[in-house]
């Protein structure tokens, strides 16, 4: 575990970036961050880890245990306890987590898919974390009339793109110029993103 300072995240929402699309976001939100300006780092997630973390945020009780209950269930039963979620890494828009397992006194930690670990931490009421420094390179920022807005030195170009494209399917035109304009200025976009416009 790391000593810089830790941020943590909750689960916000999970939207939809296009109707077709298969993969969804989940929109984590600093636990205690100030209403305007709040830092949210999109995290793509498949279907079924989505339906996972939405069944737990909204209490639906489901007639059969889950692959995350037993996942939990089969780690309580040898008497381990999941403690912490870390998001350690993201390159390439990648996420790389750390599960945190106490047992006897001891904690180790499992890597596992982000989306994996957001289902087991929201089922299970385990804190997710983010060094401060990693949630500032890759977030968006919660504007008080419901926008994000993203920081122009810490976006990545990829959390950009995914944002707008997430501003052109809501037809939020102005937002999704400023967008492409940031996008061009650092001489990473090509016609293809162009064209969404």
């Known amino acids: 575990m790391s000593d810089k300072r830790k941020i943590e995240l909750v689960v916000g929402e999970i939207l939809n970036r296009k109707p077709s699309d298969l993969a969804l976001i989940a929109l984590l939100k600093e636990k205690d961050g100030a209403d305007e300006g709040l830092r949210c780092l999109p995290v793509l997630v498949g279907p079924l880890e989505a339906q996972a973390i939405i069944v ?12 995350y209950d037993l996942y939990l269930n089969t780690l309580k039963q040898f008497d381990g306890n999941l ?5 350690y890494r993201i390159s390439g828009g990648i996420f790389y987590s750390h599960l945190f397992i106490e047992h006897d006194g001891n ?59 997430q501003a ?15 996008i061009n200025s650092r001489g990473q976009a090509d016609e293809s993103d162009m064209d969404l416009i």
Do not use: W
């Open 83 to 87: 403690t912490e979620v870390d998001i």
């Open 107 to 165: 904690t180790s930690f499992i890597t596992c898919r982000t989306s994996d670990a957001i289902a087991l931490a929201v089922r299970n009421n385990t804190p997710i974390y983010i060094e401060e420094d990693l949630l500032e390179r890759n977030c968006v920022r919660l504007q008080s009339d419901g926008a994000y807005s993203l920081p122009i030195t810490t976006a990545s170009t990829k959390v950009l793109k995914e944002a707008l494209e």
């Open 56 to 67: 737990n945020l909204f209490r639906h009780r489901i007639p059969h245990p889950g692959i």
């Open 168 to 182: 052109i399917a809501t037809e939020n035109y102005e937002f999704a110029a400023r967008l492409r304009d940031e």
